[in-house]
């Protein structure tokens, strides 16, 4: 089992660019998220999908899109970067008993 | 106010020693989960509560529902336990609300 996985690890982009992080689980779990990372902020929810077909807004949805593909792949889009999005993400899956599984991250740069 | 704060932000202790960290939430919540982040960044889920106290090895985590206060307890503190430790709260269904974590460094 690979868990949960993410791609790119590391990305910079220019200001106004445009891009989408890859998450996909293999633990048949219902539960999807994407979190970002900053420092001495902890991590922010940006959106959640609690099974294929629905996705809800987190805490900082503001510049971000998501799509659930299915139920082990559940994508991130900027569509027009900004540095203020310059973190580190995050993407993590959950079983019906709440234990959050998290991928290894994406560093991504804004310039 | 964040609405998880964690203390203290950052911790430094000699091999052997009995660590606490401690986490206070100001929002209702159905669930509490301690995190371990790795310095390489990974993140492992190491407790979820919802009441009590469970234990896991050198590891103790204990919740206060009334006091919306939990606690990480480390026995016999090891320089491999060092890390980011961060608190969460599950708010609602999905929601989760994280504390800025704690830093421990452990000292052989």
């Known amino acids: 089992n690979a868990g949960v996985t993410q791609t790119p690890k590391f990305q910079v982009l220019k200001t106004g660019q445009s891009m989408t992080l890859q998450c996909a689980q293999d633990m048949n779990h219902n539960s999807m998220y994407w979190y970002r990372q900053d420092p001495g902020m902890g991590l922010r929810l940006i959106y959640y999908s609690a099974s294929e077909g629905t996705t809800d807004k987190g805490e900082v949805p503001n510049g971000y899109n998501v799509s659930r593909l299915n139920k082990r792949e559940f994508s991130l889009r900027l569509e027009s970067a900004a540095p203020s999005q310059t973190s580190v993400y995050f993407c993590?899956?959950?079983?019906?008993?709440?234990?959050?599984?998290f991928g290894p991250g994406t560093r991504l740069t804004v310039l | 106010k964040n609405e998880v704060e964690q203390s203290p932000q950052n911790l430094t202790a000699q091999e052997g020693e009995f660590i606490t960290i401690n986490c206070s939430y100001s929002?209702?919540?159905?669930?509490l989960h301690w995190l371990q982040q790795h310095p390489g960044g990974g993140i492992v889920s190491l407790f979820m509560?919802?009441?009590g106290k469970k234990k896991h090895g050198r590891l103790i985590a204990t919740i206060n529902i009334q006091e919306k206060h939990s606690s990480l307890h480390i026995t016999a503190s090891h320089p491999r336990d060092s890390a980011v430790y961060i608190c969460a709260v599950k708010v609602g269904n999905n929601d989760m609300r994280f504390g800025a974590g704690t830093r421990l460094t452990v000292k052989p």
């Open positions: 929002v209702g919540i159905s669930a």
């Open positions: 509560l919802s009441s």
């Open positions: 993590a899956s959950s079983n019906r008993v709440d234990t959050q599984y």
